[in-house]
């Protein structure tokens, strides 16, 4: 008999979760592989149909997974794109260049770190995928604080990739807040003065 229940918990990483049956009873466990359909990783919130059956240990586990497609297309819907918030950043930025309130050098910045942060953040979760060596939360987080969280952002929702763990995500947001803050900072009078003699210094020490 097929089930009907909600991914309440999901470890994209591990490539596992817990499923909540829509008619109660207890969490089920799922692995990546009873999903029938790959064509997307599984997200807290999803809605699946599945069947149970039991593992050596006698515990009930999901097999033979399925989406919910027409319930995921409309919680989608109400849903902003997670181009949104980045693009609308990289914009006042880049408006802020063309109206000579910051320098080229630093929106060249954000989407060089911007692009840096996809592509590692990519790498990881094929890392985290294959067993091999992973990318250092700190570096990520560095990433993002230097002003590539747009592109680390993206990755997060595009990719289903360090998205639903909580400590990690503290700290992420909190190099945005960061970011957001010292571009700001840029826009004032003594933040433009010291933005521009740290790119003097950068410079004449090319």
């Known amino acids: ?27 089920v466990f799922v692995h990546i592989k009873s999903f029938a359909n790959r064509h997307r990783r599984p997200a807290e919130g999803d809605i699946v149909h599945f069947e149970t059956t039991s593992d050596a240990q006698g515990r009930a586990r999901a097999v033979s997974v399925s989406f919910e497609e027409k319930a995921i297309s409309k919680e989608a819907a109400g849903r902003p794109s997670p181009v949104v918030f980045p693009a609308f950043f990289l914009v006042i930025v880049g408006a802020a260049v063309l109206l000579g309130r910051l320098p ?3 929106l060249v910045l954000d989407l060089t770190a911007s692009l840096a942060a996809f592509v590692v953040y990519y790498q990881d979760k094929l890392a985290a ?3 091999r060596w992973r990318t ?3 570096t990520l987080h560095l990433l993002a604080l230097i002003g590539g969280w747009p592109g680390a952002l993206l990755a997060q929702r595009l990719l289903r990739h360090k998205s639903s763990k909580v400590s990690f995500l503290v700290v992420f947001w909190g190099t945005v807040i960061l ?22 210094t950068v410079g004449a020490s090319k």
Do not use: N, Y
């Open 136 to 138: 250092p939360e700190s």
């Open 129 to 131: 995928r294959l067993g």
């Open 1 to 27: 008999m097929r089930l009907q229940g909600t991914i309440t918990e999901w470890k994209d990483e591990q490539g596992f979760g817990f499923i909540t049956p829509s008619d109660g009873g207890p969490r």
């Open 104 to 106: 080229v050098a630093l």
């Open 179 to 200: 970011s957001c803050a010292a571009h700001a900072w840029c826009l004032t009078p003594s933040g433009a003065s010291e933005l521009s003699k740290w790119l003097e």
